[in-house]
């Protein structure tokens, strides 16, 4: 029985080297990155024993998605298909006043078609807490069906729901992704999103606390954690609100830092620490995951540790 098990798409990522443009690269680094991965091999590699589950075309390419994540710290139980492609992305990193821009190009990737009868979702209803985000059915009309029915499964296996609004505007746009993921809510224990998401999809107002409460009052999560960027993160449950800072950290590459605070809340939340633990935990994992290049936090609990003790020099010895 796994502790996590997470569904969704993990694209290859190709990216030139530093901050050059991709118009006139002459090589590009070849890396896996998906949300849902990244948080199974994240929590992974930080104790849990995790799960992560797609469908994947039955080539050279699926079979380096899945080699990464295994390699990476997660299990990777996917459905092999012969048809529907691999999907890509490519990531040209950018320096203030540049911006980092990110093309997809995964259009009828294998996973779009994912069903729940095809998909292993006894792991889901074995395992202690299973999490998607909204990338996964802004993908496909059959994403949206099977995103809503392996959380119906998992509540009423009850299995903990956690899901990431993670609002990705090249998907789709607000007025589309507000019905659709507040038709999730009632499915989810566990809601994680950004402020500026809250009120850029969700139509709420306010601070990161009244957007928390917000949330938590309307829909009845158990737990509510908003994040904020560089002013950390902040969390509802119970009544009780928690507020955690972020870490300094030299970024050098930002792409993934979200789903590293969400396997780091993870990694001790499923262990049985509180909300303020676990939350700490979360930004301590997060500062880390920016000083390395990628979509995956390839930190370790002793690292964690070390940012949380703030004890450490600038030289691991």
Request: glycine residues 8%; without cysteine; hydrophobic residues 40%.
């Amino acid at each position: 029985m796994s502790d996590l098990v997470t569904f969704g798409e993990t694209m290859l990522r190709l990216s030139p080297p530093g901050q050059e443009r991709i118009e006139r690269a002459s090589e590009l680094e070849f890396r896996a990155a998906g949300a849902e991965s990244n948080v199974a091999v994240n929590a992974g590699r930080l104790g849990l024993d995790t799960a992560w589950l797609s469908k994947l075309p039955d080539s050279a390419l699926g079979r380096k998605v899945t080699a990464t994540v295994e390699s990476q710290g997660a299990e990777a139980d996917v459905v092999w298909s012969d048809e529907g492609r691999q999907g890509t992305y490519y990531l040209e990193q950018a320096s203030t006043p540049r911006p980092t821009n990110v093309i997809y190009d995964r259009a009828d990737a294998a996973v779009t078609t994912a069903t729940p009868a095809e998909l292993p979702t006894e792991r889901i209803e074995s395992a202690d807490a299973f999490y998607t985000s909204g990338i996964t059915p802004a993908l496909s009309d059959t994403l949206e069906e099977t995103t809503a029915a392996l959380l119906a499964l998992a509540r009423e296996a009850d299995t903990t729901t956690v899901f990431d609004v993670n609002y990705r505007s090249k998907l789709w746009s607000p007025a589309e992704a507000r019905p659709v993921l507040e038709s999730l809510f009632p499915d989810i224990d566990v809601l994680v999103t950004a402020v500026r998401d809250a009120r850029t999809v969700l139509g709420l107002d306010g601070d990161a606390e009244r957007v928390a409460r917000d949330l938590a009052e309307e829909w009845g999560f158990e737990t509510v954690v908003v994040t904020r960027g560089a002013e950390g993160a902040l969390a509802w449950h119970a009544g009780d609100v928690v507020e955690q800072p972020a870490f300094e950290a030299d970024t050098h590459d930002a792409v993934g830092t979200g789903d590293a605070f969400v396997g780091g809340f993870l990694a001790r939340r499923l262990r049985g620490d509180g909300v303020p633990a676990a939350l700490e935990y979360a930004a301590a994992t997060a500062a880390l995951k920016r000083t390395i290049p990628g979509d995956t936090a390839l930190v370790t609990p002793a690292e964690v540790e070390g940012v949380l003790d703030r004890s450490g020099d600038d030289i691991a010895r």
